[in-house]
C-alpha cells in the first residue's frame, strides 16, 4: 500500500479537480508533511503512475494521472450522462412523477442486478458470524466519521480538505480562511453519522431516523430553523435541472411514507441503500439537504447488516450529480448505479485495508513510546483543549522528537488523543478523576 502522505495528496489533488502548484498542494494538506517529504512523495507518485506534471522549476503543477481507477460508465450511463449534460434549452420541463416511486415492487422489482448485490456483498462482508446490527460500525466510527463527513461535505461543493476535517471533528480546530457554513456543515455531519450508527440496533428505518437525521444534517443551515426535520409545506426548485419536485404537502406526505414501508420490505441490503438514493433525492421531501440525508440514510440498511459502509470516497461530483439528473430529469437510474457500485468498491477497499492493518505495530509509536505517554499526560493534567492540543503536540514534537520523526509522530499524538476513553487510559498513567474532569 501507498505512504499515508502520499494517500492524502492523492485525496486534496482529487477533492481539487484541477492542477495545482506545490505551493497549493502544501496549503491544502494545512501543514502536515514538510516540504521536503511533499516533495519526495510527489516523486513517487508521478515515477509509480499516479499523478503527471506540467512545467518546469517554481511554475510545475500536478494533476492525477488518468487511470484505470476513474469511473467507468457503462454505454447507458455514459449516453445518460451526455443527456443531461445538453443544454437546459433543449431539454423537456417534467414534474415529479409518482409512477417512478409507486410502480416499484419490493423483491420483484429490482434496480441492481444479482451479479451486482453479490459482487457487492463478496466486498462488503467483514464478518462470516452473526453480530450485533451496527458492530462493526462502531468499532470503525473514528474513521468513518471522517471520512463520510468529509465526502459527503464535498460533494456539496465544500472546500475543506481531508485534514482539516479531522482536525476539526477531533479537536474542534476550526481551518483558516473557511467560512462559518462550511464549518458548520461538516461537523453536522459528525452530529447526524453519530446518532445513525447509535440508532443502527432499530429492527426498521423509520420516520423518527430519517426526520432527525434531517434535523441533524441542517442544524443553523436553514434560513427557517423550524424546517428542520420536517417535511416541506412550500415549493422549491432545484438548480441546473428542468425536474420541478411536487409542490402539494399531501402528496410530498404520501410518498415519503411510502418510500419508508417500501424500503422495510426490501431483502437486500444494497438494494435497500441504492433506493434510498434514487427516491429520498427525487422527491426532495426537505426544504434543503436531501441529497446529503440520502447519502446517509443509504449507509443505514448497510451499517445494520454489518457491511462496509458507504462514504463517497474519491467520487467524482460531476458523475454524482450527472445520475442525479438522469433521475430526475428521465426516470433513469444506470448512470447513478454506476456510481453507486464504483463508489462501494473504493469503500470496501478502503476499509478492508483499514481492517487488515488493525494492530499492525507503529515503529515510530515503538520509538517514541515514553515521549508520547508524556505528551499525553500532559495534555491532560494541563486541561489542553481544541486547536491549543495541536499546537502542544508540533511543541512538543519539535523538542523531543527527530526532524525526519516528526511528521510521523504528530499524526500518532492526535490519533491517540483522539482515541482516549475510560478503558484505556492507563496506558498514559491517567488516573479516571482526572480524565474525567478532562473531557468536561
Given at each position: 500500500?501507498?505512504?499515508?502522505?502520499?494517500?492524502?495528496?492523492?485525496?486534496?489533488?482529487?477533492?481539487?479537480?484541477?492542477?495545482?502548484?506545490?505551493?497549493?498542494?502544501?496549503?491544502?494538506?494545512?501543514?502536515?508533511?514538510?516540504?521536503?517529504?511533499?516533495?519526495?512523495?510527489?516523486?513517487?507518485?508521478?515515477?509509480?503512475?499516479?499523478?503527471?506534471?506540467?512545467?518546469?522549476?517554481?511554475?510545475?503543477?500536478?494533476?492525477?494521472?488518468?487511470?484505470?481507477?476513474?469511473?467507468?460508465?457503462?454505454?447507458?450511463?455514459?449516453?445518460?450522462?451526455?443527456?443531461?449534460?445538453?443544454?437546459?434549452?433543449?431539454?423537456?420541463?417534467?414534474?415529479?412523477?409518482?409512477?417512478?416511486?409507486?410502480?416499484?415492487?419490493?423483491?420483484?422489482?429490482?434496480?441492481?442486478?444479482?451479479?451486482?448485490?453479490?459482487?457487492?456483498?463478496?466486498?462488503?462482508?467483514?464478518?462470516?458470524?452473526?453480530?450485533?446490527?451496527?458492530?462493526?460500525?462502531?468499532?470503525?466510527?473514528?474513521?468513518?466519521?471522517?471520512?463520510?463527513?468529509?465526502?459527503?461535505?464535498?460533494?456539496?461543493?465544500?472546500?475543506?480538505?481531508?485534514?482539516?476535517?479531522?482536525?476539526?471533528?477531533?479537536?474542534?480546530?476550526?481551518?483558516?480562511?473557511?467560512?462559518?457554513?462550511?464549518t458548520q456543515m461538516i461537523m453536522n455531519h459528525k452530529d447526524a453519522i453519530e446518532f445513525m450508527v447509535e440508532q443502527a440496533d432499530t429492527?426498521?428505518?423509520?420516520?423518527?431516523?430519517?426526520?432527525?437525521?434531517?434535523?441533524?444534517?441542517?442544524?443553523?443551515?436553514?434560513?427557517?430553523?423550524?424546517?428542520?426535520?420536517?417535511?416541506?409545506?412550500?415549493?422549491?426548485?432545484?438548480?441546473?435541472?428542468?425536474?420541478?419536485?411536487?409542490?402539494?404537502?399531501?402528496?410530498?406526505?404520501?410518498?415519503?411514507?411510502?418510500?419508508?414501508?417500501?424500503?422495510?420490505?426490501?431483502?437486500?441490503?444494497?438494494?435497500?441503500?441504492?433506493?434510498?438514493?434514487?427516491?429520498?433525492?427525487?422527491?426532495?421531501?426537505?426544504?434543503?439537504?436531501?441529497?446529503?440525508?440520502?447519502?446517509?440514510?443509504?449507509?443505514?440498511?448497510?451499517?445494520?447488516?454489518?457491511?462496509?459502509?458507504?462514504?463517497?470516497?474519491?467520487?467524482?461530483?460531476?458523475?454524482?450529480?450527472?445520475?442525479?439528473?438522469?433521475?430526475?430529469?428521465?426516470?433513469?437510474?444506470?448512470?447513478?448505479?454506476?456510481?453507486?457500485?464504483?463508489?462501494?468498491?473504493?469503500?470496501?477497499?478502503?476499509?478492508?485495508?483499514?481492517?487488515?492493518?488493525?494492530?499492525?505495530?507503529?515503529?515510530?509509536?515503538?520509538?517514541?513510546?515514553?515521549?508520547?505517554?508524556?505528551?499525553?499526560?500532559?495534555?491532560?493534567?494541563?486541561?489542553?483543549?481544541?486547536?491549543?492540543?495541536?499546537?502542544?503536540?508540533?511543541?512538543?514534537?519539535?523538542?523531543?522528537?527527530?526532524?525526519?520523526?516528526?511528521?510521523?509522530?504528530?499524526?500518532?499524538?492526535?490519533?491517540?488523543i483522539a482515541s482516549l476513553h475510560e478503558g484505556n487510559i492507563a496506558v498514559y498513567r491517567i488516573e479516571p478523576d482526572l480524565f474525567r474532569?478532562?473531557?468536561?
Amino acid at each position: 500500500t501507498i505512504p499515508i502522505e502520499s494517500q492524502q495528496i492523492i485525496q486534496v489533488m482529487t477533492a481539487a479537480d484541477h492542477h495545482l502548484k506545490i505551493s497549493e498542494i502544501e496549503n491544502l494538506l494545512a501543514g502536515a508533511i514538510t516540504r521536503r517529504t511533499l516533495q519526495r512523495r510527489l516523486f513517487e507518485l508521478k515515477r509509480l503512475g499516479f499523478i503527471q506534471t506540467q512545467g518546469t522549476r517554481a511554475g510545475t503543477e500536478y494533476f492525477l494521472a488518468e487511470t484505470k481507477e476513474k469511473l467507468p460508465l457503462s454505454k447507458i450511463g455514459q449516453q445518460l450522462k451526455e443527456k443531461v449534460a445538453q443544454p437546459l434549452i433543449k431539454r423537456k420541463p417534467v414534474p415529479y412523477n409518482v409512477e417512478f416511486l409507486f410502480s416499484y415492487q419490493p423483491n420483484k422489482t429490482f434496480y441492481l442486478t444479482e451479479t451486482i448485490k453479490s459482487h457487492l456483498l463478496q466486498l462488503g462482508q467483514q464478518f462470516h458470524q452473526k453480530l450485533t446490527p451496527g458492530t462493526y460500525a462502531k468499532r470503525i466510527l473514528h474513521r468513518l466519521l471522517i471520512d463520510l463527513s468529509w465526502n459527503s461535505s464535498r460533494l456539496e461543493g465544500n472546500t475543506y480538505s481531508l485534514l482539516e476535517t479531522q482536525r476539526l471533528i477531533e479537536y474542534g480546530a476550526l481551518a483558516n480562511g473557511k467560512n462559518a457554513i462550511e464549518t458548520q456543515m461538516i461537523m453536522n455531519h459528525k452530529d447526524a453519522i453519530e446518532f445513525m450508527v447509535e440508532q443502527a440496533d432499530t429492527n426498521e428505518l423509520n420516520k423518527y431516523v430519517l426526520m432527525n437525521i434531517h434535523a441533524l444534517l441542517s442544524n443553523n443551515l436553514l434560513a427557517n430553523p423550524r424546517a428542520r426535520g420536517q417535511l416541506r409545506q412550500i415549493p422549491v426548485g432545484i438548480g441546473k435541472t428542468v425536474y420541478y419536485p411536487p409542490e402539494i404537502p399531501q402528496i410530498i406526505h404520501e410518498c415519503f411514507e411510502r418510500i419508508i414501508m417500501t424500503v422495510n420490505k426490501i431483502k437486500n441490503p444494497f438494494e435497500q441503500a441504492f433506493f434510498l438514493m434514487v427516491q429520498l433525492p427525487y422527491l426532495q421531501p426537505f426544504e434543503d439537504v436531501n441529497k446529503r440525508v440520502s447519502r446517509l440514510a443509504a449507509n443505514i440498511p448497510l451499517i445494520q447488516n454489518n457491511l462496509s459502509p458507504l462514504s463517497f470516497i474519491d467520487v467524482p461530483k460531476s458523475d454524482y450529480i450527472s445520475g442525479l439528473l438522469a433521475i430526475y430529469e428521465l426516470n433513469q437510474v444506470t448512470l447513478m448505479r454506476d456510481v453507486f457500485v464504483w463508489a462501494y468498491e473504493r469503500s470496501a477497499q478502503h476499509y478492508q485495508l483499514m481492517q487488515d492493518t488493525l494492530g499492525s505495530p507503529d515503529l515510530v509509536a515503538m520509538r517514541y513510546k515514553q515521549v508520547l505517554v508524556d505528551l499525553v499526560s500532559w495534555v491532560i493534567t494541563h486541561h489542553i483543549h481544541g486547536k491549543a492540543i495541536l499546537d502542544t503536540i508540533a511543541a512538543w514534537s519539535k523538542k523531543h522528537v527527530d526532524r525526519r520523526d516528526q511528521v510521523a509522530f504528530c499524526n500518532q499524538a492526535e490519533r491517540e488523543i483522539a482515541s482516549l476513553h475510560e478503558g484505556n487510559i492507563a496506558v498514559y498513567r491517567i488516573e479516571p478523576d482526572l480524565f474525567r474532569r478532562w473531557k468536561k
